[in-house]
């Protein structure tokens, strides 16, 4: 921890308008293939960067988590692209499906993770990693084995969250490298390895976000040039995946999937297009990242010097031209719920409403 008493930033309530931003642009790349042949044209867009032994980290979800990317379509990519990729993922924080190595492993098998090797990297030790430049950590404690790979697909369900306001790859990386007894702590507890679970959650909006971005800082240097991202705007609740079947029923259209070398600029073009919804569709999604402050991670790592706010969008369904995020998003279709998902949340909720009747 830094020991500067530091102060957060400001501004995670205010969305800035993309002729507002400065600095230079970086490339996204954006298709409407919501599926597993546009997971595989994305990559192959950014893939050039995946060299060595490959990891990929994504959140696997708790039990029948409804809205986790299918795990269909990262077969089709680890087959066809990444045939010797692991996927990497650590414990959790809170108690639930994934807080220990032997939750968490049942709980790969019941979301359809077994086609390729999952590694929980946090399961034989963890390992510090410096943080360059932050000013509430120095370094950030990850999985042990994270380090066995050469490099990273960091590889995103984008939702909303609901602490962080939104999930993109920044908290894919910064929560979801953290280990899950000692990184994930320092990250959301003040008192972080000196108090009980009452001080689990003391940090909220701007610093959540400073730290999450600091955390994400620490892994991003450590590999380099040799980690990429892809975010999949899917069946995206207000809440995180983390909530499994108990996430808040989702009202945003899906839009499509969008890849980039540049962790800012992919989840700064994610919120342009969330931002570029009309009222009806895009509201609930604005409201939960107004609320938690959560624009605040994209300030801050801009201020980290982790990417650009400013980028140009490749359209790559019609030849490469250039599209704004309001053309992105037109056409976009109401979001209409599986009826099986249906069933699940209505179970799930019956299934505490009865535990907190016993």
């Not at 597993?36 to 708790?62: D, N």
């Not at 980039?260 to 409201?287: H, K, M, T, Y």
């Amino acid at each position: 921890m830094n020991q500067n008493n530091p102060v957060p930033g400001v501004g995670g309530d205010k969305y800035i308008p993309f002729n507002e931003r400065t600095g230079e642009a970086s490339v996204v790349y954006f298709t409407r293939d919501l599926s597993a042949a546009g997971l595989q044209k994305m990559y192959q867009r950014v893939g050039a960067a995946i060299t060595g032994k490959a990891a990929i980290k994504l959140h696997t979800g708790e039990q029948f988590g409804p809205n986790i990317i299918p795990h269909e379509w990262v077969q089709n990519l680890v087959e066809k692209e990444l045939p010797q990729a692991t996927i990497i993922e650590t414990n959790t924080y809170y108690a639930g499906d994934r807080d220990t190595t032997e939750k968490h492993r049942e709980t790969l098998k019941v979301n359809g993770w077994t086609f390729c090797p999952v590694d929980i990297t946090d399961a034989e030790g963890t390992v510090m990693l410096p943080v360059k430049g932050g000013k509430w950590f120095t370094e950030m404690s990850v999985g042990k084995s994270m380090l066995n790979y050469d490099s990273l697909l960091v590889l995103t369900h984008f939702k909303g969250h609901t602490m962080g306001g939104f999930g993109g790859s920044n908290k894919n990386i910064g929560i979801g490298c953290a280990d899950g007894k000692i990184g994930k702590a320092m990250i959301h507890s003040r008192l972080a390895g000196k108090g009980g679970e009452e001080d689990m959650w003391t940090i909220a909006e701007e610093e959540l976000m400073e730290r999450i971005s600091e955390s994400t800082k620490a892994t991003v240097d450590h590999f380099g040039k040799n980690i990429t991202f892809i975010n999949v705007m899917r069946n995206m609740s207000v809440d995180c995946d983390c909530a499994g079947c108990l996430a808040e029923k989702v009202v945003t259209p899906n839009i499509g999937i969008l890849a980039s070398n540049d962790i800012l600029a992919l989840d700064q073009a994610c919120i342009d297009l969330v931002f570029a919804l009309s009222e009806a569709d895009g509201n609930a999604l604005r409201e939960r990242i107004i609320t938690r402050h959560g624009l605040r991670q994209l300030s801050y790592m801009k201020e980290l010097g982790m990417g650009n706010d400013r980028y140009t969008l490749i359209d790559t369904d019609h030849a490469d031209t250039e599209i704004q995020p309001k053309n992105a998003v037109a056409g976009v279709k109401p979001f209409v719920e599986l009826p099986i998902v249906t069933e699940r949340r209505l179970k799930a909720m019956a299934a505490m409403a009865a535990a907190e009747q016993e």
